[in-house]
């Protein structure tokens, strides 16, 4: 999976948050990485709310995402260098710097660049990924994966990789598998368009318990 670097102009203001995350939740899903979401719309929303608070609101900033080796990376940008994030505990008094405190609990790591003409407010997330254009593995890829292993026999399972052949070849591998498991059901005969149907009709309906099941994480 190739997952390229956006970045999204915004203006920091308390009703910009809930859009940013709405499309950082968009983004982790087409990449595959459903289970960074809720720490990084979290991540992100208290580097722009400093941005309103310690900067002001109406500011003008860019929220920039990309992949640090098997790290994502978020980056708020804002062009006033003199109000740097300050990490205060999280026990004392002042609300100040909480929000810091917050991004300091969840991250790997996360800092500040000074540069000519802005700041860049940065963290990184650690993902569960092997490699940069890896997938994390759910039970049902494990199991896929089991089963490709035990139909290659003696060859080697084709994993995809970085190129769109090796994606090619990895796709052919698991068509190869499910053909054989269609013969299989209609030699002991079984509907095959009853099984395809079923089988589209549960995976859909795994994938909505997922989507609800972060939907209520994001809203918690």
């Keep these: 999976m190739t997952r390229k670097p956006w970045d999204l102009a915004f203006t920091a203001e308390p009703t910009e948050v809930a859009a940013l995350r709405r499309i950082m939740r968009l983004h982790l899903g087409i990449w595959g990485l459903p289970e960074v979401i809720d720490d990084a719309q979290l991540c992100m929303s208290e580097l722009v709310s400093n941005v309103i608070t310690h900067v002001g609101p109406g500011t ?29 505990d999280m026990h004392v008094g002042s609300e100040g710097g909480r929000g810091v405190s917050l991004v300091d609990a969840v991250a790997s790591r996360w800092g500040v660049q000074l540069r000519p ?9 650690a993902t569960g990924l092997e490699s940069p254009d890896s997938h994390v593995e759910g039970p049902g ?8 292993r035990l139909c290659a026999g003696e060859k080697a399972l084709h994993r995809p990789g970085p190129t769109r052949l090796g994606r090619a070849v990895a796709e052919d591998s698991v068509i190869t598998a499910i053909t054989d498991f269609l013969h299989w ?6 509907d095959v368009d009853e099984a395809l149907d079923r089988a589209q ?9 997922t989507a609800a099941t972060e939907g209520r994480g994001s809203s918690a």
């Excluded at 990309?66 to 994030?85: F, K, Y």
């Excluded at 003409?117 to 997330?125: I, S």
Aim: proline residues 5%; positive net charge.
């Design 60 to 88: 003008p900033a860019r929220l920039a995402v990309s992949m640090n080796g098997v790290h994502l990376r978020i980056e708020v940008h804002d062009p006033d260098t003199r109000a740097l994030p300050v990490l205060r």
């Design 117 to 125: 003409d802005r700041k860049v407010a940065w963290c990184e997330l």
């Design 141 to 148: 890829v494990r199991r896929a994966e089991a089963l490709l």
């Design 185 to 190: 059901l209609r030699v002991h005969g079984c």
């Design 201 to 209: 009709s549960r995976f859909e309906a795994e994938l909505r318990s």
